[in-house]
């Protein structure tokens, strides 16, 4: 299993690491850069919505289509939860017939119902664990 973990590099400031060798930089929207943890969160679930689509829509549009998801969300700083995250699927379909592209989304989007973990645990809710380990 992949070990993930932050690391303090400054003030509000982290790095993200992986065991793969993987890192992103994170911190507070004031700070040029990184990725604060909120679009992370927002981020995971549009990568997730288009790689649990990916091998259906590249069997029916080619290895080289192209896609983007946006995600978007405004935080509630009264109760510090995003209750809204929208997105969207930007997809050229224009080579497929009404009824094809109206196939494929539906089996997409069944995709991304069934296998889109991200999604799935945030519309679930999750038990998070904290443990403050000191020396």
């Given at each position: 299993?992949?070990?993930?973990?932050?690391?303090?590099?400054?003030?509000?400031?982290?790095?993200?690491?992986?065991?793969?060798?993987?890192?992103?930089?994170?911190?507070?929207?004031?700070?040029?850069?990184?990725?604060?943890?909120?679009?992370?969160?927002?981020?995971?679930?549009?990568?997730?919505?288009?790689?649990?689509?990916?091998?259906?829509?590249?069997?029916?549009?080619?290895?080289?289509?192209?896609?983007?998801?946006?995600?978007?969300?405004?935080?509630?700083?009264?109760?510090?939860?995003?209750?809204?995250?929208?997105?969207?699927?930007?997809?050229?379909?224009?080579?497929?017939?009404?009824?094809?592209?109206?196939?494929?989304?539906?089996?997409?989007?069944?995709?991304?119902?069934?296998?889109?973990?991200?999604?799935?645990t945030l519309k679930?809710?999750?038990?998070?664990?904290?443990?403050?380990?000191?020396?």
């Amino acid at each position: 299993m992949t070990e993930l973990w932050v690391q303090r590099t400054g003030p509000r400031r982290y790095v993200g690491e992986s065991s793969r060798g993987a890192t992103v930089q994170i911190g507070s929207e004031d700070v040029d850069g990184v990725f604060t943890p909120g679009e992370l969160l927002k981020i995971a679930l549009a990568a997730c919505s288009g790689m649990a689509s990916d091998v259906t829509l590249a069997r029916r549009l080619g290895d080289d289509y192209d896609a983007t998801v946006r995600v978007s969300g405004t935080a509630d700083r009264e109760s510090e939860t995003y209750p809204v995250l929208d997105e969207v699927f930007e997809l050229d379909l224009s080579e497929l017939d009404a009824d094809a592209a109206q196939r494929l989304l539906v089996v997409a989007q069944r995709a991304i119902d069934r296998t889109c973990t991200v999604g799935r645990t945030l519309k679930a809710g999750t038990q998070v664990n904290l443990t403050i380990a000191t020396d």
